[in-house]
């Protein structure tokens, strides 16, 4: 989970999402959020670690409730509703 800034609302609604996928998927390992440096580092370090799928909160994000969400091995990124993310997720996970 990345907020793009740490302004407008996006650490926020982060920090919501983040604490949602948390209950929902503790038993399969971390959920991360990350809010330090640039984007592109921040994707960098959660694909070195591993980690299959990111989110980012935008200002997309505060004007109609999407999110980035960007999967690490083929790099494909599209927008999803904001209350999907977890299904999302579920759904990616049970077939990986």
């Given at each position: 989970m990345f907020p793009l800034v740490?302004?407008?609302?996006?650490?926020?609604?982060?920090?919501?999402?983040?604490?949602?996928?948390?209950?929902?998927?503790?038993?399969?390992?971390?959920?991360?959020?990350?809010?330090?440096?640039?984007?592109g580092k921040r994707y960098a370090r959660m694909d070195e670690a591993g980690c299959p799928y990111c989110f980012t909160i935008d200002g997309q994000t505060v004007q109609d409730q999407t999110v980035t969400a960007r999967d690490r091995d083929t790099g494909q990124q599209e927008r999803i509703a904001l209350d999907r993310v977890a299904d999302y997720l579920a759904e990616r996970l049970e077939r990986g």
């Open positions: 740490n302004k407008d609302g996006m650490p926020e609604i982060s920090a919501r999402l983040h604490a949602e996928l948390a209950r929902r998927f503790r038993s399969l390992g971390a959920i991360e959020h990350d809010a330090r440096a640039t984007i």
